[in-house]
């Protein structure tokens, strides 16, 4: 598989081969020195992945324990996230509280069960996003919720 070159996480980290294989290789492995907690998803979806190894800088190849047509489809479950190595080792155990990715948007606050903000990564590789910030409001209420949302027009 070829990566697309010039992407940087949001930490400033350059997105690579090493990124990809650090990713796949903390969830596959149960040993893996950066694998801080499990990943119940991944094992049943990608129970086929024997290894993912480097080639270049640019191009990794994972190895299947048989052919499996939909395995690209598979990469884009949350389970394929590619995440900053570095990211991962500052932040340990609390990794999942403070994510780093290459998406159009970056992790600005999240308040547990309430509230999660998002803002427009401005060197997303496909161009700053059009919205500067998304707001998501976690209320089990239906009147709150429009309440809030007639309040902000």
Same mark, same amino acid.
């Given at each position: 598989?070829?990566?697309?070159?010039?992407?940087?996480?949001?930490?400033?980290?350059?997105?690579?081969?090493?990124?990809?294989?650090?990713?796949?290789?903390?969830?596959?492995?149960?040993?893996?020195?950066?694998?801080?907690?499990?990943?119940?998803?991944?094992?049943?979806?990608?129970?086929?992945?024997?290894?993912?190894? /480097?080639?270049?800088?640019? %191009?990794?190849? &994972?190895? =299947? *324990? $048989?052919?499996?047509?939909?395995? !690209?489809?598979? @990469?884009?479950?949350?389970?394929?996230?590619?995440?900053?190595?570095?990211?991962?080792?500052?932040?340990?155990?609390?990794?999942? /509280?403070?994510?780093?990715? %290459?998406?159009? &948007?970056? =992790? *600005? $606050?999240?308040?547990?069960?309430? !509230?999660?903000? @998002?803002?427009?990564?401005?060197?997303?590789?496909?161009?700053?996003?059009?919205?500067?910030?998304?707001?998501?409001?976690?209320?089990?209420?239906?009147?709150?919720?429009?309440?809030?949302?007639? *309040? $902000?027009?």
């Amino acid at each position: 598989m070829k990566l697309r070159k010039g992407v940087t996480f949001h930490d400033g980290s350059d997105f690579n081969s090493d990124s990809v294989v650090f990713s796949f290789k903390r969830q596959m492995d149960k040993t893996f020195k950066y694998r801080y907690y499990d990943f119940p998803t991944f094992d049943e979806t990608f129970e086929n992945i024997k290894d993912v190894k /480097k080639i270049d800088q640019y %191009t990794v190849v &994972f190895y =299947l *324990k $048989k052919p499996f047509y939909p395995f !690209l489809s598979t @990469l884009t479950c949350s389970g394929a996230s590619i995440v900053s190595p570095s990211g991962v080792k500052k932040f340990k155990e609390k990794f999942y /509280k403070n994510p780093i990715g %290459t998406g159009p &948007f970056i =992790l *600005k $606050k999240w308040e547990e069960d309430k !509230l999660l903000i @998002l803002k427009a990564n401005p060197k997303y590789w496909g161009g700053k996003p059009e919205i500067d910030e998304f707001i998501n409001i976690i209320n089990p209420s239906v009147e709150i919720l429009h309440n809030l949302f007639q *309040k $902000k027009k």
